[in-house]
């Protein structure tokens, strides 16, 4: 069965600098993994997502990620963090399609905190 | 489009007594999904739906919970008796298959439920 970590409850950076939050998989096949964020009292929104190709994968709000099959990674990324990307994400990995199922699992969330 | 549609907002209800949550998905979408999300237990798949029909709903905590969806638009999750132990915010998501694959999820702003 597939299963995701995150490693960091809580990740701190100051506005302006890099910013990484890690994620980790155990998917049997090829990995559908995703990076979703949720602002306080809101709902979870998408950020990318990795299918198949690069293995560096941009999505909205500067935010990138990369997949590393060898370390079974897919840690999130941006270059300045914005005291405005303070919230909780959440990276997830979803069945493999030829397993006939839709299920997406995710992680506990890494609330991110920049400082001003 | 209007996003994945939630009510009520906010739910606060005695115990013993039964809650229904409601939700109307993005237009044209084929999958639908209830999660539930608490502290201590994060975020839990409770059970998705494929074109109206339920496919898994192996996260569906007890019999307490049941959830329906009686057409493409519309679909209700229902806790009765509702206990204390069921306050949370239920998400419902949806997503739209192309090109053989069932990509990203929307969600809804959730249900913010309080059992007293």
């Known amino acids: 069965a597939q299963s995701v970590a995150q490693p960091e409850d809580q990740v701190n950076v100051a506005e302006g600098n890099p910013l990484t939050v890690k994620c980790t998989y155990s998917?049997?096949?090829?990995?559908?993994l995703f990076w979703y964020v949720q602002y306080p009292n809101r709902g979870l929104q998408f950020l990318l997502k990795?299918?198949?190709?690069?293995?560096l994968v941009k999505g909205s709000y500067g935010f990138e990620a990369e997949f590393n099959k060898s370390q079974t990674s897919f840690h999130l990324k941006k270059p300045s963090a914005l005291v405005s990307d303070s919230a909780l994400y959440f990276c997830?990995?979803?069945?493999?399609?030829?397993?006939?199922?839709?299920?997406?699992?995710f992680g506990a969330g890494t609330r991110l905190f920049v400082k001003a | 489009d209007a996003g994945v549609i939630q009510s009520p907002r906010h739910e606060v209800t005695e115990m013993g007594q039964e809650v229904t949550l409601r939700c109307k998905p993005i237009s044209g979408h084929d999958y639908l999904f209830w999660y539930r999300q608490t502290m201590m237990r994060g975020l839990e798949l409770l059970i998705y739906f494929n074109n109206n029909v339920p496919i898994d709903d192996s996260g569906m905590p007890e019999d307490r919970f049941s959830a329906k969806m009686p057409n493409a638009s519309f679909s209700t999750l229902k806790i009765q008796p509702s206990e204390p132990r069921d306050s949370a915010v239920y998400f419902c998501?949806?997503?739209?298959?192309?090109?053989?694959?069932?990509?990203?999820?929307?969600f809804g702003p959730g249900t913010r439920l309080t059992v007293l």
């Open positions: 990795y299918i198949t190709g690069d293995n």
């Open positions: 998917v049997s096949g090829n990995p559908y």
């Open positions: 998501a949806s997503s739209l298959t192309q090109a053989g694959r069932t990509d990203t999820q929307y």
């Open positions: 997830a990995v979803r069945d493999p399609p030829n397993t006939g199922g839709f299920k997406t699992i």
